[in-house]
Nanobody
């Protein structure tokens, strides 16, 4: 059974950058869309970014457009989230997820495998 392992989280100051990585341990990867979601304390999990199987299509939440970039390397079974100009509101646990099918999606219901999450904290 495929497992997703995120890394790259940490504590940074406002305006700084972080790069998250998510590696699939086994199973299919290149034939699946992938996504990043986040959850802040006391809030529901929300969509951040998604990418289709071939990297030809990406989706972003309005709150991160122009600051975050999702990418993938199918040979390494890895998806990345480059986060620039971080804000306080970007604080939360970031989850990587594998989608059913090739396309990208902003709906949590379309994803069937989730990582354990990595904490991102943005401070002053």
């Amino acid at each position: 059974q495929v497992q997703l392992v995120e890394s790259g989280g940490g504590t940074v100051q406002v305006g700084e950058s972080l790069r998250l990585s998510c590696v699939a341990s086994e199973g299919t990867f290149r034939m699946n869309g992938m996504g990043w979601f986040r959850q802040a304390p006391g809030k529901e999990r929300e969509f951040v970014a998604a990418i289709n199987w071939s990297s030809s299509s990406t989706l972003y939440a309005d709150s991160v457009k122009g600051r975050f970039t999702i990418s993938r390397d199918n040979a390494k079974k890895t998806v990345y989230l480059q986060m620039n100009i971080l804000k306080f509101d970007d604080t939360g646990v970031y989850y990587c997820a594998r989608k059913l099918g090739l396309s990208s999606s902003n709906s949590v219901l379309d994803y069937n495998v989730w990582g354990q999450g990595t904490q991102v904290t943005v401070s002053s």
